[in-house]
């Protein structure tokens, strides 16, 4: 670990836990908030550089900079939650029950809520209020849809000027069938029959039990793992949550869903740079293991490669034109993907490669029968 990496983690350790920073070294403030921006958390250092005395206090510029970042982000969130409150007000005016996902929901167990940085907000309202969600929330101010139909993908997307609003009829989408099945009775029990009821403005607004709430934020962290990188911000998500809900977990619950999806090796490796990194005490980090420094040492040199949503995945995007070319390209891509993977984690890789292959061949056997029913 550089110097700068080792700044980096005693100053993102006192944001989250809210704990006095001592760094003796000199400080190359460029070089840690580089590498804060590029894990989404320069406005959590921010919070605590601004209030560091010494030598080691940053430069005005700097300084500048850092309350400029804050201000803007304590902007963005007062928007946000201007735009939430008008929505939930509407759809439980029209007895629909939304579930606020990520977001706000996270930002609450922060110590300065106000510091964690997101851009959008993400409702839940489920299969059978999906439709009639999505319309009434277009009747908001401002509130127009882009990209997506009401048809297609997990989430209708609803922009509110440059606050996108994500309205989901599922909290994942998954592709295996008996994952699926496994995850939609996770989502089940932690969406719809325990949710927790919390003082929101003026509001009383819904978010996932607990457990849900734990699993959820490491599966969202799992998945941009897989696909579009994941940061700190994302680890820090997960530490903090599980910290807040120290002592109040099911533990066998959130056991089962963890085996269940088959995620202990990247539940426990995750945990491993949580403990190793973020400090948090091993007895608030279940199902700690010890013995996965190994693969965590290789998890850690890919989050920091990555960043939070910024790997840049060449072969994927770089495509010929043809569909026998392009099928050629996606089944390449299966094994590609499955070399990075299995890299860290063997077993997931390989489950993850046999549902591509599911996926891919049901695909092309169903555009061949349609092609040879047209012929006929």
């Not at 629909?96 to 510091?115: C, D, Q, R």
Request: net charge positive; aromatic share 12%; glycine share 6%.
């Amino acid at each position: 670990m550089s110097v700068t990496e080792a700044q980096y983690f005693a100053l993102l350790r006192s944001a989250l836990w809210d704990t006095p920073v001592a760094i003796e070294e000199e400080v190359d403030w460029d070089a840690v908030m580089q590498l804060a921006k590029h894990h989404t958390t320069n406005v959590l250092l921010s919070g605590v550089a601004s209030q560091i005395t010494g030598n080691n206090r940053p430069s005005d510029s700097m300084l500048g900079e850092m309350q400029s970042a804050m201000r803007l982000n304590l902007m963005n969130q007062l928007q946000l939650r201007r735009i939430l409150t008008s929505a939930v007000k509407l759809l439980q005016g029209h007895d629909i029950e939304p579930v606020l996902l990520k977001g706000f929901s996270l930002a609450m167990l922060y110590p300065n809520p106000s510091l964690r940085q997101f851009g959008d907000i993400d409702l839940y309202v489920g299969l059978e209020n999906f439709h009639k969600a999505c319309k009434l929330l277009c009747t908001l101010p401002g509130g127009y849809n882009w990209r997506e139909e009401e048809d297609s993908g997990r989430h209708y997307n609803i922009e509110f000027g440059h606050y996108p609003m994500e309205v989901h009829r599922v909290s994942a989408d998954l592709k295996g069938h008996k994952e699926k099945s496994v995850y939609e009775s996770i989502e089940r029990n932690g969406l719809f029959e325990e949710p927790q009821r919390v003082d929101f403005e003026s509001l009383q607004l819904l978010i996932p039990s607990k457990e849900f709430m734990v699993f959820y934020t490491f599966f969202h962290a799992w998945n941009h793992f897989l696909t579009t990188g994941v940061g700190w911000r994302q680890i820090s998500d997960l530490a903090v949550t599980l910290h807040a809900y120290q002592g109040q977990l099911d533990l066998n619950k959130l056991y089962n869903w963890i085996i269940s999806m088959h995620l202990l090796k990247p539940w426990q490796t995750f945990g491993f740079l949580i403990v190793d990194n973020l400090g948090m005490p091993v007895d608030e980090m279940p199902f700690y293991e010890p013995s996965c420094r190994r693969r965590a040492n290789k998890l850690y040199c890919r989050v920091m490669a990555e960043g939070n949503f910024r790997r840049t995945n060449r072969f994927k995007h770089n495509k010929q034109k043809g569909a026998g070319i392009n099928h050629l390209h996606s089944f390449i891509g299966i094994f590609v993907s499955f070399f990075q993977l299995a890299a860290i984690f063997p077993g997931q890789a390989f489950r993850k490669m046999i549902t591509s292959l599911k996926i891919g061949f049901g695909k092309n056997f169903k555009k061949n029968e349609f092609f040879a029913h047209r012929m006929n």
